[in-house]
């Protein structure tokens, strides 16, 4: 017996997809000027090959438009170093994303800290989230998946302020930002990690948990205080004989369990994955407009 309401990352993503669509064609009307995204991709990794097509996609079905460079796997950093620069310095092109992991062989933090703090569109400039953990300053961009995390939150009228959030997971791209994110919503914010004791204790206080480990299932539903909100961003390919793929995809949190307790809880799929995208889109048209002084 579910009591969770279910946040439907999916249709909250497609509203957004549709008034983004809405201002771009003011934009065009206005400037005359197409949002642009470049992507840089290195190497041939198939999953980075799929989410690289499925941005372009989400792009072109807004009406911005997106390039792509697509550089060998044995490609020098100067080569990947070039492409940024001239993205930099292109007029058209209003958000630069690098597809990430880079080859081994590259140094990502010098990569990723060449795209102008302008065109960052993923948020991962080291300026960008420097200023998202500063009081006072303001980061340009904010990464797309803590802030699709965010919003799903928003969107749905659930209140941050005042609320005890755990955020499970402390990476770069997802767990470290949207706590940044909670903070500056005047969340009271704890991070759970690998080496944290008594994990399910602590996220047992939580009014609002974040879970973004990559791990199935990790977060049990004695985990949950009864009433809380669960944004679950892990995605996990379990094997599953019955499916026609063998596999399937399960989050961070143990949804059959969770949704018991949990007031509110968002699905894998369907739930933070659309809202990734949609922030990319979101970013790069406030971009285009930032970069022509547009309100
Ligand atoms: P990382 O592997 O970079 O980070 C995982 C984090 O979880 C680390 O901080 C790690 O701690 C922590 N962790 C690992 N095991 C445990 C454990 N047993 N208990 C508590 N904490 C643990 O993963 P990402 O942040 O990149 O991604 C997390 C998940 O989100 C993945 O499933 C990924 O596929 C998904 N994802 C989904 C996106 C979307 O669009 N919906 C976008 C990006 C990611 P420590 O730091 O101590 O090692």
Redesign the pocket.
Known sequence: EPVAIVIDGKSIAKQIRNEIAVEVSRVKDALGIVPGLAVILVGSRPDSQTYVRNKKKACEAVGITSQEVHLPEDSSEEEVLTAVSRFNVDPTVHGILIQLPLPKHMNEEKIVNAVSIEKDVDGFNELNIGRLAMQGRAPLFVP??PK?CIELLTRSGIKIEGKRAVV?????????PVALLLQRHNATVSI?????NN?AEITREADIVI?????AN?VRGNWIKPGAVVID????AVDDPTSQRGYRLV??VCYEEACKIASAITP?PG???P???AMLLSNTLASAKRLHNFQ
Do not use: E, Q
């Open positions: 797309c998946t699709g499970v997971g402390r990476s770069n791209i997802v767990g470290t759970v990690h690998s080496r944290t994990p879970a973004a480990v990559g791990v990790l961003v892990g995605i996990n989050g961070d894998v739930g933070v994955g809202m990734t995208i």
